[in-house]
């Protein structure tokens, strides 16, 4: 059964970096099928795709074109975990981020296992 | 990248059908079989509930069907049950690898 536990703090200053983790238990973030990705909702965004990391060979990432210019996608392998850095972050990022893995990186959009969600505010 | 449009709300008895449809475009649901659809209860992530367009997961309800017709992807819930009452989000693949999602539409059962 995989797990995926998030951590991070829930309140950010306009202008900060936003910054979460997301531990994986039953899956490895190197799996050569799977991706992990980084989702957030909020009341006037709706759902929205931010990004992911996968392994094949080497490591890869996508990011939405929405958030390109400030956005880092981690793995890190030694902790079976990876990390999303939200830069110049607005009171518009204010959103539950979510962490999710898709299974097979070929469709892109089978999100099957999501983490708990942490609520981010960006308020000074 | 625009999202895809689906209903705001729907509503349905117990017991009967109820559609949700999300339209996309030639770049995204009508060049693409990565669609899928997830159900969210209040204060709950989203579940997935139909991948590839047309594909259950492993212990999701055979109520629960989806359907594709050009740019257009459906999920179709039969036998309406009272659980069944949460919002509904379309996904899919787009053109320059990323993905976009439909505004949702939430199931009232009546």
């Known amino acids: 059964q995989v797990q995926l536990q998030q951590s991070g703090p829930g309140l950010v200053k306009p202008s900060q970096t936003l910054s979460l983790t997301c531990a994986i238990s039953g899956d490895s973030v190197s799996s050569k099928s799977a991706a992990w ?9 709706g759902l929205e795709w931010l ?8 490591w890869y990432n996508d990011y939405a074109v929405s958030v390109r210019s400030r ?16 830069n110049s972050v607005t009171p518009e990022d204010t959103a539950v981020y979510y962490c999710v893995r898709d299974p097979r990186i070929t469709s ?17 | 990248q625009s999202a895809l449009t689906q209903p705001a709300s729907v509503s349905g008895p117990p017991g009967q059908s109820i559609t949700i449809s999300c339209t996309g475009t030639s770049s995204d649901v009508g060049v693409y079989n990565s ?24 212990g999701v309800s055979n109520r629960f069907s989806g359907s594709k017709s050009g740019n257009t992807v459906s999920l179709t819930i039969s036998g309406l049950q009272a659980e069944d009452e949460a919002d ?3 996904t899919s693949y787009t053109s320059g690898t990323t993905v976009v999602f439909g505004g949702g539409t939430k199931l009232t059962v009546l």
């Open chain 1, 37 to 45: 990705n980084w989702i957030r909702q909020s009341p006037s965004r």
């Open chain 1, 51 to 58: 990004g992911r990391t996968y392994y094949r060979s080497k």
């Open chain 1, 71 to 86: 956005i880092t996608i981690t793995p890190d392998t030694s902790k079976n975990q990876f990390s999303l850095q939200l």
């Open chain 1, 108 to 124: 892109a959009v089978t999100f099957d296992y999501w983490g708990q969600g942490t609520l981010v505010t960006v308020s000074s």
């Open chain 2, 35 to 58: 669609v899928s659809w997830y159900q969210q209860h209040p204060g709950k992530a989203p579940k997935l509930m139909i991948y590839d367009v047309t594909k259950r997961p492993s």
């Open chain 2, 88 to 90: 509904y989000y379309c």
